[in-house]
């Protein structure tokens, strides 16, 4: 398949508002661009839903660190609270990933408002109104 390649960051669920989202986002994206879900840690990597749901969708599931230097494409981190104060954006962004953030919250997480000062966030996909004005190119 042709196409920059997109990491989704999270888990695939049916319940809950981010995890339902990125099914809907896995079952949208499939077939039009490579994708790959990367697991915010090992637990998820056992998680009976998400293995279920990428297996009948043939999408990859791994880890940040199964990633190689000089990957490139685009990682979309929805909700996960910990992605920008445990440094995973940081890593993301050093194996040359652009990065878009979609936080479902209300509220912003973490370092995610520093962050976006630094300019690490290529685009908001949803985004509150302490980060949403600081991001050059919200969609």
Known sequence: MNGIPVYIYGTPGVLGGATTKITHLLRLLRGHVPLQ????????????????????????FGLLKDLSPGTGGTVLAVCEREFFSSGT???????????????????????????????????????????????????
């Open 37 to 60: 879900v990367v697991a915010p840690g090992v637990p998820q990597l056992h998680d009976r839903d998400a293995r279920r749901t990428l297996r009948d969708l043939e999408i990859p």
């Open 89 to 139: 954006a940081r890593r993301f962004r050093d194996l040359g990933l652009r990065i878009v953030w979609s936080n479902e919250m209300m509220f912003p997480f973490p370092g995610e408002a520093e962050t976006a000062r630094e300019g690490l966030i290529d685009r908001v996909l949803y985004g509150n109104r302490a980060v949403n004005p600081m991001v050059p190119n919200p969609i």
